[in-house]
């Protein structure tokens, strides 16, 4: 009778461990499911680009192709080990910018947060593209790139831009720090230039780096 016993509990463990197996294909599975799911969803408006090793190792300055941006596209970009965000802006998105600025901490850009030639209403150096770190003034967090407008929890004011749902601070589509939030400032605008028409250089200045 023993042996019996030892045989069904044996069977019993057999089969949770099988039960057990399974539970973990099925979450595992979803998971995927999921991942693949939001990749979808984002993909119409956001794309990403990796530096190769050899920059990553030495912090040198990140080619990008913009030729394939389309308006109202961000592309997230390595450099440094921080997300460097380029939006091309549309016509509504460039008319939006005035219409913000009773809202803002530092509409004219006084504080040091980018580079003289994009001290300007766009913050940048062609109207429609913003080239800014997607790194939170506050304590670093990553914002959302929200582009919809009047959403239910951003409110009727909200004219597209950038949401930390960290802390709640809130950037506009030219990084600009909206008031009473956590944000001290605006985000920053890293070093940049365009070798031509496409091609843009993230972190220098000057061709010479390229």
């Not at 463990?13 to 991942?35: C, Y």
């Not at 582009?147 to 749902?165: N, S, V």
């Not at 030219?174 to 070093?191: D, E, H, S």
Request: net charge negative.
């Amino acid at each position: 009778m023993e042996d019996i016993e030892d045989i069904e509990d044996i069977e019993d463990i057999d089969k949770e461990n099988r039960m057990s197996g399974r539970r973990r294909f099925l979450i595992t599975a979803t998971s995927i499911a999921g991942g693949v799911a939001v990749t979808a969803w984002a993909t119409p408006f956001i794309l990403s680009m990796m530096p190769s090793e050899r920059a990553k190792a030495a912090g040198a300055p990140v080619e990008v192709d913009i030729s394939k941006l389309e308006p109202g596209m961000l592309l997230l970009v390595e450099w440094r080990g921080k997300v460097v965000w380029v939006l091309n802006r549309t016509s509504e998105m460039l008319a939006s910018l005035p219409k913000l600025e009773s809202k803002l901490t530092d509409p004219n850009s006084e504080k040091a947060q980018q580079p003289e030639y994009a001290k300007n209403q766009t913050r940048s150096i062609r109207p429609e593209i913003l080239v800014t770190t997607g790194v939170c003034t506050h304590l670093g967090c990553s914002p959302v790139y929200r582009k919809e407008i009047a959403p239910a929890d951003l409110g009727p004011d909200w004219m597209g831009g950038f949401f930390c749902p960290c802390h709640g601070s809130k950037f506009d589509l030219a990084g600009r720090v909206y008031k009473n939030v956590p944000a001290p400032t605006n985000l920053l605008v890293p070093p940049h230039i365009y070798l031509s028409e496409n091609i843009l250089l993230i972190g220098s200045e000057t061709k010479e780096e390229a």
